[in-house]
């Protein structure tokens, strides 16, 4: 085999070589019904498989052991797939699209900071269906580093929960309750990289050169250097560099991260296939999507920044390949907080059906501070279109920090200098800015350059927190809106909303983080706060803020479930002639028409009656979230502070 070989003729050869020997080594099982369905998959995605791998490893003499090797390990992640699974598989693969459904609702958190454990998670369950949940992310559970783990995302054993939550029963058990209750699990897929503490790492730590080649090891500087001229510091502060020298070893290690978190040599195919491995058991655990976390660094090649390369996208989608085959119900979910034309090229059916939107995010706190939407307006018009078979997921904030990653281009077509506005935004949201209603956090901020990122709860940053501290109810009812207004675009605009949780009653900044050494430096715990339940209870008292922001969501929500238009990605953007103003049209599959409007001002907005008749929208619409009828006359429809219309055609 060489590179420029007929790969489709080469994939046949190959799979009637293979098949034989597969099924040789089942033969107790080649007659039963659940290998009739693998072999259904097999034949329907080898040739993908096939061709994704062939350009990874087609120049290593050993490709087809790993591939034949490949090949068993998925057949029997098949038949060892517990029923109620393959069942799912089966109708995910009858309903290709029910991730783009209008009832879809995320939810994600820490397991030890909502509930304590994995059992205290079922035991929420509830309240999960209370708020509405169908998808429920829980942030890295498994085993990791004492002390330093960034969170969890340094990870020692994928097949081990951290003792502290509970055991993979508990997990399981816990998949298994959510989806009876029509609640997916989403798990991180944390495969860039593992803890130096895996088995694999330690292995090469002892001097199994095996698992050393499952790894960046260097015995000097020379290559690291050489690498080093084109790579970005992710972490300058905590971690400068990209490379960790180690005494025990006298060897030079590629830590994109941070000192403990080896990245990985996918160029090794004994790496991928032992990955493989690792993602297929969390499927049969009962992962229904996977995050898949940090994908834009897993390939490295000298000279180039080792993001996005193109070979970083064969490898996602070889993995992909492989759940087509052995459980086709799994979906990924993209983490590319990358540039905005980066991020598009992660999604696809045969990638990431799903993905982050990063740069809603950042533009929705861009609009609240600037209280206006002409970037937010630009960018989406032309940025929110993806492929009809996948689906953004849609926040207000995460787990980690907001950075300003809009496109300098589209920020330059409208007049705006990009760096001179991120310095802005980080003012303005650090609380720096005068007249800022913001309280956040600096997040890996350089003095020097002025470049930072942002740190804090929803509502700190949205302006409750300084409105609490003022006690000034006019300043309190504008923070309750902002949030309302942010939380009312992700829930329409087209995808999943998803919801960091705590949110939903308007916590704020937790600034006790800084007693704790192995958090101190990370203003990111500021975000991260344990729930207090005793204020969660406060949820069903309206006099309360905690109450007023729930039951807006609430209402928000029950009005999105029952609106058909908002399922799917059929998103048009449109001009109202009002820059306060950000405005979409969202159609449905039988076409149902919502006219969105969202002001982002503090002020009272109108939007001229002669503007959506040019629209061709119509003439009357039911306001759904205040439940009203408008006609449209010669007067304008009148927003106010912060108000959000959802008008039915």
Known sequence: MHAQANLPKEARRTFARLLPRLESEFAAVTATEAWATFRRRLDAHFNDLFNLLFTLYGDRYDFLYHLERLLAEAAQSWLDRPQPLKALDAERERQPLWYQSEQMLGGVYYVDLFAGDLKGMRAKIPYFQELGLTYLHLMPLFKAPEGDSDGGYAVSDYRQVDPRLGDMDDLRALATELRQHGISLVLDFVFNHTSDEHRWALAAQAGDEDFADYYFIFPDRTLPDAYDRTLREIFPDQHPGSFTYR??????????????????????????????????????????????????????????????????HTLVRAFNAVLRIAAPGLLFKSEAIVHPDEVARYISAQECQLSYNPLLMALLWNSLATREVRLLRHSMGYRFAIPDDCAWVNYIR?????????????????????????????SFYTGRFPGSFARGLPFQENPRTGDARISGTQASLAGLEAALHSGNPAEIELAVRRILLLNSIVLSIGGIPLIYLGDEIGILNDYSYVADPAKTGDSRWVHRPRIDWAQMARRSDPTTPEGRIFSGLQ???????????????????????????FAYVRTGRQGERVLVLANFSEHTQPVPANEVRLYGLGYHFHELVAQREITLRDEPIVLEPYQVMWLAA
């Open 398 to 426: 995460c787990h980690d920090d907001i950075g300003w990653t809009f496109d300098d281009g589209d920020a330059s077509a409208l007049g705006i200098n990009g760096y001179d506005h991120r310095r802005f935004l980080n």
């Open 247 to 312: 005494p025990d070893m006298q060897r030079w290690v590629w830590t994109t991260f941070n000192s403990f978190q080896w990245d990985l040599n996918y160029r090794n195919p004994e790496a991928f296939r032992s990955m493989a491995a690792e993602m297929l058991y969390l499927a049969n655990v009962g992962a229904e999507v996977l995050r898949l976390d940090a994908l834009a660094f897993t390939w490295k090649e000298m000279g180039t920044n080792c993001e996005n390369l193109p070979k970083a």
């Open 555 to 581: 209402h928000l929500i029950k009005l999105r479930k029952a609106t058909p238009a908002f399922a799917g990605n059929d998103m048009r953007v449109i001009n109202l002639g009002n820059d306060h103003i």
